[in-house]
């Protein structure tokens, strides 16, 4: 008989945890699945210009397209003034051609009604624009459902007219830039939490009950304190009236004149950082610390080893998974760090998720900043690939 | 000589609780400042009565944006917080028996949401909800915070779970209780700070979280960190370290419940030996 005393027996293990299951999959998975979508799909040209676009197909150059062509456009054109979504579509195309957002619209203006037999030179008489043959490459490569061109966009790379793929002008490379700062300003965080989160970790597991439920409970408030209270706090702290700098001044250790800037730059991301994300490297640290027996210590000094020995070749190691789930997680939540960088580090202190934001935020554009959450979200999982070979992806203590 | 090192060890592990801890002892008495400055004023470090206040305080509750700032992190985060606790509770009793298929798959499914980068999510979520209609509107808001929020109840839950005798359960059903009295009446009990605590950790999670609301807030639905989050970028006011310190405040409330239901959990255990 199988045991029905247990509710568990009775619905099952699946049961019990299919809604939450297919809560996350409905809620997290499609969502992020929509993202990658994002990424690469793009059908508003191809669209609202079908029929032009079925033509294009067969153009490759290096004439003008055909009357056709240019009787099709402007058919659509005027459907899409009607809809009032030609301003939209001007917007796209200028992603590919600059300088021909404005086509659109006075093309339309001028275009509703016309009679002719010759529409190609009505419209080049429009604007001669539409006489130059980078702008119809340009509608062509617009109106491509599927492309990667934000993923090109995303890496500073860009597709010439002839189909090869070369980096972006110098002045205009933003994004490796921000890619190698987000993975230096993670690294280095890291490793500041550990240096300081480590000996905390270590004090915290060795002192007395009552003293060490203190110190966690220290840990824990500013770890479930509200990140942006947090973020504020620092703003007031680093200012260049605020508390550290009068503090400095006051101990004499810099000039009225010479306050040093702590805010607005690469400092203040840093400092506020590394604090926001201190407690992710003292909290599994310390768990894994206050499991390492007693007497393995004492077994180690009863065997001659010295303090400085015994904590290098016998306590340290076995800190270690504690240590590189710690600092996994803080490598992983830095990458995708925007508050604090946002409200502490100035333009000189911003990371790539600032940029995420600044795409869907201002200028619109979500499938760039569809495409850079799915470069950042490869990373992450890349990250995890090797620390699950290295240390096993169960062993990550949360609390 | 050793006991220099452990002299320089425990200031070192002092000055790592002074920076850590910092940021939370400068804004509460900062917030009292009677003067609209982000520093000390000569006043506040002789300790004149006349130099703090509460009207930080007063501008707070007498602001149309911040009341209504609250009265959204509540309803979303309690919300968000009974469809966490629920779908959660639920997960770790299913993950915490053996018989589950893929249970190592399943966890690693369901902790995703919060080792994921908020931002990512953020992205996902918006995209999505925006287009499904959900862009703009308490149901979008409260179904992201629940989905970030569950792990940690799943997570506190399976904790519980982990001590929890199933030999209970056969008593219960041996003095005649159906499967679902035995679970309300002995087991739900006994997993029950499990639950309480999780379902606190997701409600701070809910409150404090910003990047979601950041996206998918419309003017309605604006948050307390969604308030704060404008007013640093627009126009800083001291009112803004008031509701930091209100802030800070709820959490020490939180963690002392919790603390004082796992010290009641331990006492049971006691006892019951």
Same mark, same amino acid.
């Not at chain 1, 490379?173 to 550990?194: E, G, I, K, P, S």
């Not at chain 2, 997701?202 to 807030?217: K, L, P, T, Y």
């Given at each position: 008989?199988?045991?029905?005393?247990?509710?568990?027996?009775?619905?099952?293990?699946?049961?019990?945890?299919?809604?939450?299951?297919?809560?996350?999959?409905?809620?997290?998975?499609?969502?992020?699945?929509?993202?990658?979508?994002?990424?690469?799909?793009?059908?508003?040209?191809?669209?609202?210009?079908?029929?032009?676009?079925?033509?294009?197909?067969?153009?490759?150059?290096?004439?003008?397209?055909?009357?056709?062509?240019?009787?099709?456009?402007?058919?659509?054109?005027?459907?899409?003034?009607?809809?009032?979504?030609?301003?939209?579509?001007?917007?796209?195309?200028?992603?590919?051609?600059?300088?021909?957002?404005?086509?659109?619209?006075?093309?339309?203006?001028?275009?509703?009604?016309?009679?002719?037999?010759?529409?190609?030179?009505?419209?080049?008489?429009?604007?001669?624009?539409?006489?130059?043959?980078?702008?119809?490459?340009?509608?062509?490569?617009? &109106?491509?459902?599927?492309?990667?061109?934000?993923?090109?966009?995303?890496?500073?790379?860009?597709?010439?007219?002839?189909?090869?793929?070369?980096?972006?002008?110098?002045?205009?490379?933003?994004?490796?830039?921000?890619?190698?700062?987000?993975?230096?300003?993670?690294?280095?965080?890291? +490793?500041?939490?550990?240096?300081? &989160?480590?000996?905390?970790?270590?004090?915290?597991?060795?002192?007395?009950?009552?003293?060490?439920?203190?110190?966690?409970?220290?840990?824990?408030?500013?770890?479930?304190?509200?990140?942006?209270?947090?973020?504020?706090?620092?703003?007031?702290?680093?200012?260049?009236?605020?508390?550290?700098?009068?503090?400095?001044?006051?101990?004499?250790?810099?000039?009225?004149?010479?306050?040093?800037?702590?805010?607005?730059?690469?400092?203040?991301?840093?400092?506020?950082?590394?604090?926001?994300?201190?407690?992710?490297?003292?909290?599994?640290?310390?768990?894994?610390?206050?499991?390492?027996?007693?007497?393995?210590?004492?077994?180690?000094?009863?065997?001659?080893?010295?303090?400085?020995?015994?904590?290098?070749?016998?306590?340290?190691?076995?800190?270690?998974?504690?240590?590189?789930?710690?600092?996994? %997680?803080?490598?992983?939540?830095?990458?995708?760090?925007?508050?604090?960088?946002?409200?502490?580090?100035?333009?000189?202190?911003?990371?790539?998720?600032?940029?995420?934001?600044?795409?869907?935020?201002?200028?619109?554009?979500?499938?760039?900043?569809?495409?850079?959450?799915?470069?950042? %979200?490869?990373?992450?999982?890349?990250?995890?690939?090797?620390?699950?070979?290295?240390?096993?992806?169960?062993?990550?203590? +949360?609390? | 000589?050793?006991?220099?090192?452990?002299?320089?060890?425990?200031?070192?592990?002092?000055?790592?609780?002074?920076?850590?801890?910092?940021?939370?002892?400068?804004?509460?008495?900062?917030?009292?400042?009677?003067?609209?400055?982000?520093?000390?004023?000569?006043?506040?470090?002789?300790?004149?009565?006349?130099?703090?206040?509460?009207?930080?305080?007063?501008?707070?509750?007498?602001?149309?944006?911040?009341?209504?700032?609250?009265?959204?992190?509540? /309803?979303?985060?309690?919300?968000?917080?009974?469809?966490?606790?629920?779908?959660?509770?639920?997960?770790?009793?299913?993950?915490?028996?053996?018989?589950?298929?893929?249970?190592?798959?399943?966890?690693?499914?369901?902790?995703?949401?919060?080792?994921?980068?908020?931002?990512?999510?953020?992205?996902?979520?918006?995209?999505?909800?925006?287009?499904?209609? %959900?862009?703009?509107?308490?149901?979008?808001?409260?179904?992201?915070?629940?989905?970030?929020?569950?792990?940690?109840?799943?997570?506190?839950?399976?904790?519980?779970?982990?001590?929890?005798?199933?030999? +209970?359960?056969?008593?219960?059903?041996?003095?005649?209780?159906?499967?679902?009295?035995?679970?309300?009446?002995?087991?739900?009990?006994?997993?029950?700070?499990?639950?309480?605590?999780?379902? +606190?950790?997701?409600?701070?999670?809910? /409150?404090?979280?910003?990047?979601?609301?950041? /996206?998918?807030?419309?003017?309605?639905?604006?948050?307390?960190?969604?308030?704060?989050?404008?007013?640093?970028?627009?126009?800083?006011?001291?009112?803004?370290?008031?509701?930091?310190?209100?802030?800070?405040?709820?959490?020490?409330?939180?963690?002392?419940?919790?603390?004082?239901?796992?010290?009641?959990?331990?006492?049971?255990?006691?006892?019951?030996?």
């Amino acid at each position: 008989m199988t045991a029905q005393y247990d509710i568990k027996s009775r619905i099952g293990p699946i049961g019990l945890a299919l809604p939450l299951v297919a809560f996350i999959v409905i809620t997290f998975l499609i969502p992020l699945a929509n993202m990658i979508k994002e990424s690469v799909y793009d059908a508003d040209v191809a669209d609202a210009l079908p029929r032009t676009l079925r033509l294009l197909n067969d153009w490759v150059g290096p004439d003008l397209p055909s009357d056709e062509v240019f009787r099709t456009i402007a058919e659509e054109i005027v459907v899409l003034q009607e809809n009032r979504t030609i301003g939209k579509i001007g917007i796209r195309v200028n992603r590919v051609v600059s300088g021909t957002r404005s086509v659109w619209g006075k093309t339309a203006r001028r275009v509703d009604g016309v009679e002719t037999d010759d529409m190609r030179t009505t419209m080049v008489g429009i604007d001669d624009r539409w006489s130059d043959l980078a702008l119809w490459q340009g509608i062509k490569k617009a &109106g491509q459902r599927y492309s990667a061109k934000h993923y090109l966009h995303a890496v500073d790379l860009t597709r010439g007219d002839d189909g090869s793929i070369r980096r972006v002008d110098t002045e205009q490379r933003v994004y490796n830039t921000l890619y190698l700062r987000t993975f230096w300003v993670a690294l280095l965080v890291t +490793l500041l939490c550990l240096v300081i &989160g480590y000996p905390i970790a270590y004090a915290i597991a060795h002192t007395p009950p009552t003293l060490s439920k203190i110190l966690l409970f220290c840990v824990l408030v500013p770890f479930w304190t509200s990140l942006l209270a947090r973020a504020t706090s620092w703003l007031v702290l680093l200012q260049s009236q605020g508390v550290v700098n009068d503090v400095l001044v006051w101990l004499g250790i810099v000039p009225d004149d010479g306050r040093l800037s702590l805010i607005r730059n690469m400092t203040g991301t840093l400092i506020a950082m590394t604090q926001n994300l201190l407690p992710f490297v003292i909290l599994p640290t310390y768990a894994v610390l206050s499991s390492i027996p007693p007497t393995y210590m004492r077994a180690a000094a009863s065997l001659g080893a010295n303090p400085f020995q015994a904590f290098v070749r016998v306590y340290w190691p076995q800190s270690l998974p504690g240590i590189a789930s710690g600092c996994l %997680l803080v490598f992983i939540l830095s990458i995708g760090f925007y508050i604090t960088p946002a409200i502490v580090g100035g333009t000189k202190g911003q990371l790539i998720s600032n940029m995420i934001a600044y795409h869907i935020n201002d200028a619109n554009n979500w499938g760039l900043a569809a495409a850079i959450s799915v470069i950042v %979200l490869m990373s992450v999982l890349i990250l995890y690939v090797v620390f699950d070979r290295w240390v096993g992806v169960d062993k990550l203590k +949360l609390s | 000589m050793w006991n220099i090192g452990k002299g320089v060890l425990t200031l070192f592990v002092v000055l790592g609780f002074i920076f850590l801890l910092a940021p939370l002892l400068v804004v509460v008495p900062l917030s009292f400042n009677a003067e609209p400055y982000f520093t000390f004023t000569e006043g506040m470090l002789r300790f004149e009565s006349e130099a703090y206040s509460l009207r930080w305080y007063r501008a707070i509750f007498e602001s149309e944006e911040w009341l209504r700032a609250i009265q959204n992190s509540f /309803f979303i985060g309690i919300f968000a917080t009974i469809l966490a606790t629920i779908l959660g509770t639920l997960a770790a009793l299913g993950l915490n028996d053996p018989r589950l298929p893929f249970r190592k798959f399943v966890s690693a499914l369901i902790i995703s949401p919060i080792v994921t980068p908020i931002i990512v999510v953020a992205v996902g979520v918006f995209f999505f909800y925006t287009d499904i209609g %959900l862009g703009q509107t308490y149901l979008g808001i409260i179904l992201a915070h629940a989905m970030i929020g569950a792990p940690y109840v799943v997570i506190t839950v399976s904790a519980t779970l982990a001590n929890f005798d199933y030999t +209970l359960l056969r008593a219960a059903a041996s003095l005649g209780a159906n499967p679902w009295t035995a679970f309300s009446r002995v087991q739900l009990p006994i997993i029950s700070r499990g639950v309480i605590t999780g379902a +606190l950790f997701a409600f701070i999670n809910s /409150f404090d979280e910003v990047v979601i609301v950041v /996206f998918m807030a419309g003017p309605k639905q604006r948050t307390i960190p969604r308030e704060m989050w404008s007013g640093i970028r627009e126009e800083i006011s001291p009112t803004i370290l008031a509701v930091a310190t209100l802030l800070i405040l709820l959490v020490v409330l939180v963690l002392i419940t919790v603390e004082l239901l796992k010290s009641f959990g331990e006492k049971n255990k006691l006892s019951a030996k």
